[in-house]
């Protein structure tokens, strides 16, 4: 087992025990056509939704440093074992239960130091 799996278990673990803090999610992302080499639409595109688990928190110091920051801005840490493939700011996250349920827009992502999540800034909307 990887360390990002193992921190993904023992995410999971407490938060099934304690109620939290990591809630069911999902992303949301544009999915482009394919095209044929005429210039058809083979596959359209679409939205897509990918499964997650996400914590939502108060905003980190680099979060409130950076420019643009609001008050309502969160951090949030979605673990990468519970996301398949990776994730970048042109997706948003929908946390589907708890404190914070709702679409958040994604920015300001980086990996965690282990690569146990994805962290960045999230903002309502």
Not at 93 to 110: C, F, K, N, R, Y
Request: charged share 20%.
């Amino acid at each position: 087992m990887d360390l990002a799996a193992a921190f993904g278990e023992i995410g999971m673990a407490f938060s099934s025990v304690l109620g939290g803090p990591y809630h069911a999610a999902r992303t949301i992302e544009q999915v482009a056509p394919v095209y044929d080499d005429g210039g058809s639409i083979i596959t359209p595109g679409g939205v897509a939704h990918r499964d997650c688990q996400v914590q939502i928190d108060t905003a980190i110091q680099r979060i409130r440093d950076a420019s643009g920051f609001v008050d309502t801005d969160v951090t949030f840490i979605v673990l990468s074992a519970t996301l398949d493939g990776s994730l970048n700011t042109e997706a948003r996250i929908e946390v589907l239960d708890g404190p914070h349920a709702g679409t958040w827009s994604v920015d300001m992502l980086e990996r965690d130091p282990v690569a146990a999540g994805w962290v960045g800034r999230g903002r309502r909307g």
